[in-house]
T-cell receptor, first 112, second 114 residues
């Protein structure tokens, strides 16, 4: 079983919809939680990072972490066609800063 | 400000050969991590270099080795290539004094082993 499991998708939504992307994990040592966006044939781009539990908002993006349930989410409001990409969750333990464990990604398509 | 640059973009090798991939970190960054991303999967951590030493290593065999130079650039070497080594190899840079988990990725080198 993988340490990080991500809803595989693919996910297709109409423009303007709210998108919910989710990951679960098994390693209770994880304290840093990141979301990356990866366009085709590009490297991952860091969108959000949070430490421990709680919410963090940045524009149309909101990241939530529930450490008690070992569950993290990324919400995208007012989704745009330009949001179409693969979204990767990643996690790291305090003692292994920079060694991120990734989910396998969810591919999102936002239709105009 | 140049981001993370990797070379070459694409590479084709045959089984048993050796390959060297190169990475220049984002300006001001001193830590370089390498990841392997197979098709349809998330990146897997190979190793991390800081102050010219390997600091952390993932679950990869010794055929995978690396180096960091005084200018913080890095190389990834893979010996005795296997078909299963075909993947996108990503380099990520960060600043040790800040927050190593804020990593900036390059576009990657796509390696095909025939």
């Amino acid at each position: 079983q993988k340490e990080v499991e991500q809803d595989p998708g693919p996910l297709s939504v109409p423009e303007g919809a709210i998108v919910s992307l989710n990951c679960t994990y098994s390693n209770s040592a994880f304290q840093y939680f990141m979301w990356y966006r990866q366009y085709s044939r590009k490297g991952p781009e860091l969108l959000m990072y949070t430490y421990s539990s709680g919410n963090k908002e940045d524009g149309r993006f909101t990241a939530q972490v529930d450490k008690s349930s070992k569950y993290i989410s990324l919400f995208i409001r007012d989704s745009q066609p330009s949001d179409s990409a693969t979204y990767l969750c990643a996690m790291s333990a305090n003692t292994n800063a920079g060694k991120s464990t990734f989910g396998d990604g969810t591919t999102l398509t936002v239709k105009p | 400000d140049a981001g993370v640059t990797q070379s070459p973009t694409h590479l084709i090798k045959t089984r048993g050969q050796q390959v060297t991939l190169r990475c220049s970190p984002k300006s001001g960054h001193d830590t370089v991590s390498w990841y392997q991303q197979a098709l349809g999967q998330g990146p897997q951590f190979i190793f991390q270099y800081y102050e010219e030493e390997e600091r952390q290593r993932g679950n990869f065999p010794d055929r995978f080795s690396g180096h960091q130079f005084p200018n913080y650039s890095s190389e990834l070497n893979v010996n005795a290539l296997l078909l299963g080594d075909s993947a996108l190899y990503l380099c990520a840079s960060s600043l040790a004094a800040a927050f190593k988990n804020i990593q900036y990725f390059g576009a990657g080198t796509r390696l095909s082993v025939l």
